[in-house]
């Protein structure tokens, strides 16, 4: 046998390995938003939006439970909250996606009366305010038993809101809550579309 019809087979049975392995399966891409699905099935996640080459999503349930978002600080950027996503969460999720299918994402850290405190570069985190509210149709889970972190304070020290971060209920309305109490995570991500996934029911 040649190099050529070695080489030719050889392609042919990666393709066919390929189409085994996505059997059953869908691209995120092909997603739309508020549908759920899961990789390996330890976990359900929702798609929230759809970019040109990149898909937002958020867990359905929490990663972590009663979780402190710190002791005296409601900056999302030096909070022991982050340090949570940025190691053990992130871990988890490169296990599931793979590192190189998460994308770095910079964000405003806006406070919910509109003051601008600073911004946050990481790959996964929970949501900002704004963006709990951009998705408050998609977001509700009344199967949660906990409202879930933002990453947005409530105001500053300067209005008197010195330890209130924003919550979502499972519901999905707000609430304020101190920065050293115990909430859920439930962190959004962007995951490169092109992964291949199994769209579930919830």
């Not at 392995?21 to 891409?29: A, H, P, T």
């Not at 999302?76 to 982050?82: D, I, Q, R, V």
């Not at 590192?99 to 949501?127: A, F, H, M, W, Y």
């Not at 300067?158 to 859920?184: I, K, Q």
Request: charged share 35%; aromatic share 8%.
């Amino acid at each position: 046998m040649s190099n050529s019809e070695i080489l030719k087979k050889a392609k042919e049975l990666v393709e066919l390995l390929e189409k085994q392995e996505k059997s059953g399966k869908v691209g995120l891409f092909e997603l739309k938003p508020g549908d759920i699905f899961q990789t390996t099935g330890k976990r359900k996640y929702k798609v929230l939006e759809q970019y040109t080459e990149h898909t937002k999503i958020i867990s359905l349930g929490f990663v972590k439970e009663n979780v402190k978002f710190d002791d005296d600080t409601t900056d999302y950027s030096k909070s022991s909250l982050k340090k949570l996503c940025d190691t053990e969460i992130l871990k988890d999720f490169e296990e599931e996606f793979g590192e190189e299918n998460i994308e770095t994402d910079i964000s405003d850290l806006i406070t919910v009366d509109g003051q601008k405190i600073g911004e946050t570069e990481c790959k996964v985190r929970p949501l900002t305010f704004d963006e709990a509210r951009k998705y408050t149709e998609l977001t509700p889970n009344d199967e949660l038993d906990d409202c879930y972190w933002t990453c947005s304070a409530w105001s500053t020290e300067e209005r008197g809101w010195r330890y209130a971060l924003t919550v979502v209920s499972p519901s999905g309305d707000f609430n304020c809550n101190d920065c050293g109490s115990s909430c859920g995570v439930r962190p959004v991500c962007i995951l490169k579309s092109n992964l291949f996934v199994s769209k579930v029911e919830g």
